[in-house]
T-cell receptor, first 109, second 114 residues
Framework: KNEVEQSPQNLTAQEGEFITINCSYSVGISALHWLQQHPGGGIVSLFMLSSGKKKHGRLIATINIQEKHSSLHITASHPRDSAVYICAVRFAGAQKLVFGQGTRLTINP | GAVVSQHPSWVICKSGTSVKIECRSLDFQATTMFWYRQFPKQSLMLMAT?????????EQGVEKDKFLINHASLTLSTLTVTSAHPEDSSFYICSAERTGETQYFGPGTRLLVL
């Protein structure tokens, strides 16, 4: 069964802390996405990964294909990073994305 | 990154009316567009996959006659909620992609049916 598991479901931290959100999936994939959804609802695509590591500003995404695991890191977290972060996976041979349940991140000043 | 727009951003309508939501890829040609529905505090639920020039593929449990999808060009797809009822109230999100590239998501349309 094609499944995507995220952890933690909720995360509260203080401004400046290093944040890690994890995503595990069940079988081989062609791509993994990290998405950000703010309370207003709009979704922003942060990264698309098929291997290795990507960095954009304070955000870093890594993927380990052998372990079927990806992490999203936020360095020097800020209250404006508060949002729901969603891992979404395109399994090999499939067209659609399978979404994790999301991680609700709250950064307190 | 690429831009996907949705119109309207929110709509309130009376029960029984039909509502059309547009999804446009503004700076690229999308071979595929996806329509999602999201209930409060839940993840996105795929409703249908739409390839330009062909009929949409609906997910199990999604009524084709209720949610009409048209993908007339490489930059425009529309979702029409026909004879809307209060249970259709939701947040509808589209995404667009070129083959092999990332999906870009629209800002969403909040529908409230009274």
């Amino acid at each position: 069964k094609n499944e995507v598991e995220q952890s933690p479901q909720n995360l509260t931290a203080q401004e400046g802390e290093f944040i890690t959100i994890n995503c595990s999936y069940s079988v081989g994939i062609s791509a993994l996405h990290w998405l950000q959804q703010h309370p207003g609802g709009g979704i922003v695509s942060l990264f698309m990964l098929s291997s290795g590591k990507k960095k954009h500003g304070r955000l870093i995404a890594t993927i380990n294909i052998q372990e079927k695991h990806s992490s999203l890191h936020i360095t020097a977290s800020h209250p404006r990073d508060s949002a729901v972060y969603i891992c979404a996976v395109r399994f090999a041979g499939a067209q659609k994305l399978v979404f994790g349940q999301g991680t609700r991140l709250t950064i307190n000043p | 990154g690429a831009v996907v727009s949705q119109h309207p951003s929110w709509v309130i309508c009376k029960s029984g009316t039909s509502v059309k939501i547009e999804c446009r890829s503004l700076d690229f040609q999308a071979t595929t567009m996806f329509w999602y529905r999201q209930f409060p505090k839940q993840s996105l639920m795929l409703m249908a996959t739409s390839n330009e020039g062909s009929k949409a593929t609906y997910e199990q449990g999604v009524e084709k006659d209720k949610f009409l999808i048209n993908h007339a060009s490489l930059t425009l797809s529309t979702l029409t909620v026909t004879s809307a009822h209060p249970e259709d109230s939701s947040f509808y999100i589209c995404s667009a992609e070129r083959t092999g590239e990332t999906q870009y998501f629209g800002p969403g349309t909040r529908l409230l049916v009274l």
